[in-house]
T-cell receptor, first 110, second 113 residues
Framework: NAGVTQTPKFRVLKTGQSMTLLCAQD?????MYWYRQDPGMGLRLIHY???????AKGEVPDGYNVSRLKKQNFLLGLESAAPSQTSVYFC?????????FGSGTRLTVV | SQQGEEDPQALSIQEGENATMNCSYK?????LQWYRQNSGRGLVHLIL?????REKHSGRLRVTLDTSKKSSSLLITASRAADTASYFC?????????????FGKGTKLSVIP
């Protein structure tokens, strides 16, 4: 009954460092998404995937890369972190209806 | 850019009162969804209303959709302290094969015991 699991939950990076955020879903959903949420804002779409092996850019893709090698996993990578990427990151999956969200990763870039 | 605009940005009511939040959007939609986010937590899906529906109920929640005005409202009846959270509307555009959601900035609801 896990739903969508994000790891890690918290991370502090130095400017220029790289990291990968992992999202795993156990609902056999085709669609997966990465969003970021900044204070006082709704969620903004970074990248998404409509199936295994496919990815596409969302509203704010710059500075991020993604991969969907397995249907259940969607990885978000930051190659060279910048302070502007300090945010809370949410992964979600969908069956073309409602979404299921993970609990978020709070990332701070110093 | 963000699709929805929730109104008001913040709302404070007494327990037992009704809370109404409004959402306006810009494009032609397939469906509109409402989500709740407790402080520091992920989003929880509340209700989905399709473009050919005008009203939908789920427990103490009532959602209306007016596609001619490109607007929706969420009514929470008999509010409880546990309803304190931020509420977001989000839309799926017509013909969006990715079913991606576009979110508004949210309404922060405080229910005072």
């Amino acid at each position: 009954n896990a739903g969508v699991t994000q790891t890690p939950k918290f991370r502090v990076l130095k400017t220029g460092q790289s990291m990968t955020l992992l999202c795993a879903q156990d609902m056999n959903h085709e669609y997966m998404y990465w969003y970021r949420q900044d204070p006082g804002m709704g969620l903004r779409l970074i990248h998404y995937s409509v199936g295994e092996g496919t990815t596409a850019k969302g509203e704010v893709p710059d500075g991020y890369n993604v991969s969907r090698l397995k249907k259940q996993n969607f990885l978000l990578g930051l190659e060279s972190a910048a302070p502007s990427q300090t945010s809370v990151y949410f992964c979600a999956s969908s069956n073309q209806g409602s979404y299921t969200f993970g609990s978020g990763t709070r990332l701070t870039v110093v | 850019s963000q699709q929805g605009e929730e109104d008001p940005q913040a709302l404070s009511i007494q327990e037992g009162e009704n809370a109404t939040m409004n959402c306006s959007y810009k494009t032609s939609i397939n469906n509109l969804q409402w989500y709740r986010q407790n402080s520091g937590r992920g989003l929880v899906h509340l209700i989905l209303i399709r473009s050919n529906e005008r009203e939908k109920h789920s427990g103490r929640l009532r959602v209306t959709l007016d596609t001619s005005k490109k607007s929706s409202s969420l009514l929470i009846t008999a509010s409880r302290a546990a309803d304190t959270a931020s509420y977001f509307c989000a839309t799926v555009d017509s013909g969006a094969g990715s079913y991606q959601l576009t979110f508004g900035k949210g309404t922060k609801l405080s229910v005072i015991p």
